[in-house]
């Protein structure tokens, strides 16, 4: 089945522990994107991915990191979390011709205390 | 700032009504458009790709303006399963690779 996995899919965390977000996507995509979602702000782009070593940033890059080190991989990081990154968190990835849009990933729900 | 601009609603419709959707947009250089619907606590999930001329898909009707920077969803013969947030998105930046997503329209279809 063609699909974005993102793990954790639920993580509590404390302020300052560094972590990761994992995501793959097995449909071979160039395009491999991170968002975060907030009530009230709706989704924003944190970073983004042409292919295996592009990336660039979105609007909301502050305190994340990411790499493309693989074609289907595109791991997301917080070296040192804080509360304002408690957020829903969405992976997703798409061809190069995006005529099918972005498939997404079923989210992760981060909560920093 | 690019920006997609929706009314939030919510549209609270009966079974069976004509709904319309509008989202407006401010950088013209945008090329790509799309329709996303997003279920309560789930992930956003691709209806529609927008283009120039306008298109179809069974219920669901697109439209791109590009002279007045907007673009429109009409959903006919509405269905309670299209109770959902629909969400107004549009590409930007290297080869359309950056996302702007509309905050989103609430939409409740009733018995």
């Known amino acids: 089945e063609a699909q974005v996995t993102q793990n954790p899919r639920y993580l509590i965390t404390v302020t300052g522990k560094k972590l990761t977000v994992t995501c793959s996507q097995n449909?071979?995509?160039?395009?491999m994107s991170w968002y975060r979602q907030d009530p009230g702000l709706g989704l924003r782009q944190i970073y983004y991915?042409?292919?295996?070593?592009?990336?660039d940033k979105g609007d909301v890059p502050e305190g994340y990191k990411v790499s493309r080190k693989e074609k289907r991989n595109f791991p997301l990081i917080l070296e040192s979390p804080s509360p304002n990154q408690t957020s829903l968190y969405f992976c997703a990835s798409s061809a190069a011709d995006r005529r099918n849009g972005y498939t997404f990933g079923s989210g992760t729900r981060l909560t920093v205390v | 700032r690019k920006e997609v601009e929706q009314d939030p609603g919510p549209f609270n419709v009966p079974e069976g009504a004509t709904v319309a959707f509008n989202c407006t947009y401010s950088n013209s250089a945008s090329q790509s458009f799309f329709w996303y619907r997003q279920d309560c606590r789930k992930e956003p999930k691709l209806l529609m790709s927008v283009y120039s001329s306008g298109n179809e898909d069974g219920r669901f009707t697109a439209q791109l303006n590009r002279a007045s920077q907007y673009i429109s969803l009409l959903i006919r013969d509405s269905k309670l399963s299209d109770s959902a947030t629909y969400l107004c998105v549009k590409g930007y930046g290297g080869s359309q690779g950056n996302l702007i997503f509309g905050k989103g329209t609430k939409l409740s279809v009733k018995p």
């Open positions: 449909m071979n995509h160039e395009y």
């Open positions: 991915s042409m292919n295996v070593e592009v990336t």
